[in-house]
């Protein structure tokens, strides 16, 4: 991405406002849970109730098992596409409004070995912004390009071009692989209730796990700690650079 379109759109962060960062989060927080549902009961959604699966959580492999359970286009699409963009905005906001402190506050979170991929993704961004958005526009991609300054139209343009081309990819995809998925997804519908099983207390286990580490918080405290990290900024420091 060159420094020039950065430079052009880049502004300075505001008044730290936990009003807006509130209208943020709790999104976010709801978009979470409902993944985490779309998770567990993947192994008795996938094969009846398909179009609820990606309404719950789109993630690939999920896309791509739906397209064999025979899914019609029209669903597949429209609601794969709404499903995969409606977090974007909002970690695009949260880069873009609250920049530093907010790329500080996912890396605190994020585990020790999370935490180098994101520094990673942060070096990359800064050369790769734009196929990053177009190709993987995940919640952290979306967190740098707001932070970075990136221009409004230029991530929305990149991030609904992305979206459309990984949905017609995994459309076809699923199509040219509709034998094996089809075997695996009628040995899910055998087993079904202990995979359920299975799957609910994986998930379970790993929003545990994450508690216990301090990765889920109430809403008050995620906001105490971005605002107290944006009280800590040096004085005049208003850029919004990734490094």
Known sequence: MSSADQAADAIPPPRFDRGRLTLLLVPIGVLVVMANIGTALAPTLVNHHPVLLITLDARNRHLLLVVAAGIDAA???????????????????????YGEPALQWLEAKAG??????LRWLERKFARY??????????????????????RPRTFWTLNVLGTIGRLVFFWYLGKALHDPLSTFLDWVQRYQWPLLALSVGVVMVQTFRAQSRGEIEPLSAIEDEIEALSNERPPGDDTTDVR
């Open 75 to 97: 669903p597949f699409f429209v609601i794969g596409f709404l499903r995969l963009l409606v977090s974007d905005p909002l970690f695009f906001l949260l880069g873009r409004w």
């Open 112 to 117: 020790k070995g999370a935490t180098r991929q």
């Open 129 to 150: 912004g734009y196929p990053l958005v177009a190709i993987m526009p995940n919640n952290a991609i979306c967190l740098f390009a707001g932070s970075s300054g990136m």
